[in-house]
Nanobody, 121 residues
């Protein structure tokens, strides 16, 4: 019912910057929080940053001061500005959206297909 499409990944040198975008479409009503997760090769998926419809943000300690999450509610799009990239930031980045489904009286979580970010010299 909700489709998430990420874009903006790629290969950058250490210290470089990237901006990821995630656009939601379909049954986009009642979307509450949106966010970014990442999964490095051989590692578990971890939270990077989240943002509510009201603009409250939360960041993983590893990205504080370097990454900024933002949201355009009118476009149902969430962004992740990544500055000062490090090799340890290399991972597949996934967009996530939480939707309250009133008929089922529960939250449902949607995921994008992922976009690769590689930080290397």
């Amino acid at each position: 019912q909700v489709q998430l499409v990420e874009s903006g990944g790629g290969l950058v040198q250490p210290g470089g910057s990237l901006r990821l975008s995630c656009a939601a479409s379909g049954s986009i009503f009642s979307i509450n929080a949106m966010g970014w997760y990442r999964q490095a090769a051989g590692n578990k998926r971890e939270l990077v940053a989240t943002i509510t419809s009201g603009g409250s943000t939360n960041y993983a300690d590893s990205v504080k001061g370097r990454f900024t999450i933002s949201r355009d509610n009118a476009k149902n799009t969430v962004y992740l500005q990544m500055n000062g990239l490090k090799p340890e930031d290399t991972a597949v980045y996934y967009c996530n959206a939480e939707q309250w489904q009133s008929l089922l009286h529960r939250s449902y979580y949607y995921w994008g297909q992922g976009t690769q970010v590689t930080v290397s010299s």
